[in-house]
Each structure stands twice: as structure tokens, then as C-alpha cells.
């Protein structure tokens, strides 16, 4: 190892060991506590589909149909970023750097496999009807803690591991705002006057050892930051990551359907401790409800007989109607 190369790693090190003390201090994010239900929203092809199976469908974010999904906070810091240039309060090289940097606009995800799976915090909701059920739309309940680590089984390959986060989707702007601003004047102050970043050869350079830090806080911000257009929806997600390493390809292959366009998507088994899958299998599954129907007895009957044949008799899970006043 040359002697240029182990300074460098010796400045890197330095600088890590600035950031380990923050991760106590960065501001909250993901403080919500689990709601006891979430509500999942489809079409009769995808009930039968879920209920059938015992899985759910995690799509590819960049397929949602928000068009920034994960890369609307990165847009929002940048904003912020260049208010925090423009005001010329920080002009000390490496804050000036950073802050730059910052205001750049950095895409991280460009190759990172995220699947979610969406939920809204309302059962009976018309403006989901309309969005998800098409001419005839359900509604699942499931518990809101089947947050948890998981398997996932591919014919053929041994078991892969999934990580599963709930998490709940923040539209208020100004908080937004505030978590990036707050996040971004916590480096300023205590990263960025620490007397080992004027050991790197350029302030540029000295911004390279910290802006992973400042990207991964972001990252975690990602999952719950929404714009604002969408709060209707009362997005709580299911966040699956799967194991993959920069530079290799995903060791799970997706399957893929059509929606809009030819959609990757993973199928993942969930699980709840309040409220076991019936017998070990399917899903942990409250009730289903059917949306607005010009046959609303019709649709109980056949949804009654599809949840007994695939393993949800009544006593586990409850069946209803919308209550929406609607002709869909």
C-alpha cells in the first residue's frame, strides 16, 4: 500500500469516526407507531390473484404511478441545498462545497432494486375505488405489523432473504423541508469545521468523505416523502429491499405482468403475530371489502365462496361492502 493511499485512509477513517456520534442526533423521520390495520386496493384479477397465492405483488417503484417515487426528497434537498448557496451564510470552503454538492441534485437509485407494496390508512376510500378497482374493486385488511424480515422461495434456489418495512408516507411540505434543512445544518455544524477536513488536498475532495452519510440520510427520508398531490391516498408502504451488492445482478430474478407497461414485481409472503395466517398459509388477512357495484349481493356471494375455497373462512376473516354512495 503506498504511502499517498494509506493517508487517505487514514483521512477517511477520521472522517467516519466524525459521523458515528450523529446518527443519535439526526432528525426523526420514522417515529410513527404501526397502525393497527392497513388497506390494500385492487381489482377482481388481483384479488384472485392474492387469494389464490397466499402473496402479495411488490412492483418496482420506478413503475408506480407516482413519477418520482424515492426521488422526490432528493429534488426537495436540492432546493433546499441551493436556498442555503444563495443565501450566503456558509462560505467557508468545505461548507461551500458540500452545500454545492448538495444542491447538484444526486440520483442515488438509479440502480438500486426497491419493491413496494402500498397501502392506505383508509378502508373505504372512493378516490381508491376509482384509482385501483377498476369496474370492480377490494379492498384487504391486513394487521399493521408484518413489518419483518422474510424468505422468499424461488423454484429450484435456495431461500433468499427480504428485509420488509412499514412505513408511513409524510405529504406535508413544510415538514419535509424542515427534516432537510435540519439534517443539512447538523453537517454544517458539526462536520464540516472539523479541523481533519482541511487535511484533504481540495474541499471537494473533503465533501467526498461525508456525502454518502448526508445521501443515506436522505435515502431514509425517500421512503416516506410524497408529494403532496397524492395525500388523498394515505400511503402507509410496504418497503421490500432485496439482497443485491453494487456491480452484481439481483440474486432474485423479478417476474413480470402488465399494468401500464411491462412491470417487474416480486411475490412476498407476509406474516402478523396479532393475527396468524390461517393453518400456516395464505395471508394474515382481516376482512376484504367489495367496492361501489351496481350487484352488491351478487359480488358478497361470489367473494364469501372465493375466500372459503382458498382458506379464509368467515370466522378469520370478515367480508364487507363499500359504503360509498357510488356508481363505478
Not at 207 to 220: D, I, K
Not at 221 to 241: C, N, P, Q, Y
Not at 310 to 316: N, S, W
Amino acid at each position: 500500500m503506498s504511502e499517498g493511499w494509506q493517508r487517505s485512509q487514514e483521512l477517511i477513517d477520521a472522517t467516519n469516526q466524525l459521523l458515528y456520534p450523529l446518527q443519535q442526533r439526526l432528525p426523526a423521520v420514522d417515529s410513527a407507531p404501526l397502525p393497527r390495520a392497513v388497506y390494500h386496493y385492487t381489482d377482481a384479477y388481483g384479488l384472485l390473484g392474492i387469494v389464490k397465492s397466499g402473496q402479495l405483488w411488490a412492483s418496482d417503484y420506478r413503475y408506480m404511478n407516482d413519477s418520482e417515487e424515492l426521488r422526490y426528497v432528493f429534488r426537495l434537498a436540492a432546493d433546499v441545498a441551493g436556498e442555503l448557496v444563495a443565501s450566503g451564510e456558509h462560505d467557508a470552503p468545505v461548507a461551500q462545497a458540500f452545500l454545492e454538492a448538495a444542491a447538484s441534485g444526486p440520483d442515488p437509485f438509479a440502480d438500486t432494486p426497491f419493491y413496494l407494496v402500498c397501502f392506505s390508512a383508509d378502508g373505504d376510500s372512493l378516490s381508491q375505488w376509482r384509482a385501483y378497482g377498476g369496474s370492480q374493486g377490494f379492498c384487504l385488511e391486513l394487521p399493521g405489523d408484518i413489518s419483518q424480515p422474510l424468505f422468499v422461495q424461488v423454484p429450484g434456489r435456495q431461500g433468499q432473504m427480504y428485509g420488509l418495512s412499514l412505513l408511513e408516507v409524510i405529504y406535508d411540505e413544510a415538514r419535509q423541508r424542515r427534516y432537510v434543512r435540519d439534517l443539512l445544518e447538523l453537517i454544517l455544524k458539526e462536520v464540516c469545521p472539523a479541523p481533519v477536513l482541511a487535511e484533504y488536498p481540495t474541499a471537494a475532495l473533503a465533501v467526498t468523505g461525508f456525502m454518502p452519510f448526508y445521501l443515506g440520510q436522505l435515502e431514509r427520508a425517500a421512503h416516506h416523502f410524497k408529494h403532496g398531490a397524492f395525500s388523498d391516498e394515505r400511503e402507509w408502504r410496504l418497503i421490500v429491499t432485496a439482497p443485491h451488492r453494487p456491480n452484481e445482478p439481483p440474486r432474485i430474478l423479478p417476474e413480470f405482468r402488465v399494468s401500464r407497461t411491462l412491470t417487474p414485481y416480486l411475490t412476498i409472503q407476509v406474516d402478523s403475530a396479532t393475527h396468524p395466517r390461517p393453518n400456516g398459509r395464505g395471508l394474515p388477512l382481516l376482512s376484504v371489502t367489495h367496492g361501489p357495484t351496481p350487484l352488491p349481493s351478487q359480488t358478497a356471494v361470489a367473494m364469501d365462496g372465493l375466500l372459503k375455497v382458498t382458506g379464509y373462512p368467515q370466522g378469520y376473516c370478515a367480508r364487507r361492502g363499500s359504503r360509498a354512495p357510488a356508481r363505478l
